[in-house]
């Protein structure tokens, strides 16, 4: 059975979007995955799609969104959400309701780095290297485990100590 994984932050700009195309690459047939934003930025931050296509990420058909096209009534279920805002950084993460599994991933925001290029690039490759770490350990997860909702959100929820 595929899973469908939705990877939720602000500005569905960035950290969303790396986690959406690494999962992607890295989960087929076992997982579908989407990202979104509670405020889309509109654009994906091209510096993101860059280090994608750095490590040889897909990034066809990668858009900033809003989780609107995921909370309506004709929307595909999702099985699980993961927020990627950083709250202490003083982001507000979206309040989302519905019958899936929630954990909270918390990511600074590479998008928010000022400086050279040299050092948004740095920032991208930091926050892709930290998404791909935690996707590791998602991986490593059993399908089987999917049945018992409360042994599955306690083995995601440290996943987000993974750096």
């Given at each position: 059975?595929?899973?469908?994984?939705?990877?939720l932050c602000t500005g569905n700009?960035?950290?969303?979007?790396?986690?959406?195309?690494?999962?992607?690459?890295?989960?087929?047939?076992?997982?579908?995955?989407?990202?979104?934003?509670?405020?889309?930025?509109?654009?994906?931050?091209?510096?993101?799609?860059?280090?994608?296509?750095?490590?040889?990420?897909?990034?066809?058909?990668?858009?900033?969104?809003?989780?609107?096209?995921?909370?309506?009534?004709?929307?595909?279920?999702?099985?699980?959400?993961?927020?990627?805002?950083?709250?202490?950084?003083?982001?507000?993460?979206?309040?989302?309701?519905?019958?899936?599994?929630?954990?909270?991933?918390?990511?600074?925001?590479?998008?928010?780095?000022?400086?050279?290029?040299?050092?948004?690039?740095?920032?991208?490759?930091?926050?892709?290297a930290i998404i791909q770490q935690r996707l590791?350990?998602?991986?490593?997860?059993?399908?089987?485990?999917?049945?018992?909702?409360?042994?599955?959100?306690?083995?995601?929820?440290?996943?987000?100590?993974?750096?």
């Amino acid at each position: 059975m595929t899973r469908r994984v939705l990877f939720l932050c602000t500005g569905n700009s960035a950290r969303s979007v790396l986690a959406e195309s690494t999962l992607r690459a890295w989960g087929v047939g076992r997982y579908e995955s989407y990202s979104a934003g509670s405020q889309p930025a509109g654009v994906v931050n091209p510096f993101a799609i860059a280090q994608l296509e750095r490590e040889g990420f897909p990034t066809d058909n990668l858009r900033s969104k809003s989780w609107d096209e995921f909370s309506s009534e004709q929307a595909e279920r999702m099985d699980l959400l993961v927020t990627v805002c950083d709250s202490a950084a003083n982001e507000t993460c979206p309040v989302v309701h519905g019958d899936f599994v929630r954990v909270h991933w918390g990511l600074f925001d590479p998008a928010a780095v000022t400086g050279s290029d040299e050092d948004k690039r740095a920032a991208f490759a930091q926050a892709h290297a930290i998404i791909q770490q935690r996707l590791r350990v998602f991986l490593e997860i059993r399908d089987d485990t999917w049945e018992d909702k409360s042994r599955l959100k306690a083995l995601l929820e440290p996943i987000a100590g993974v750096e």
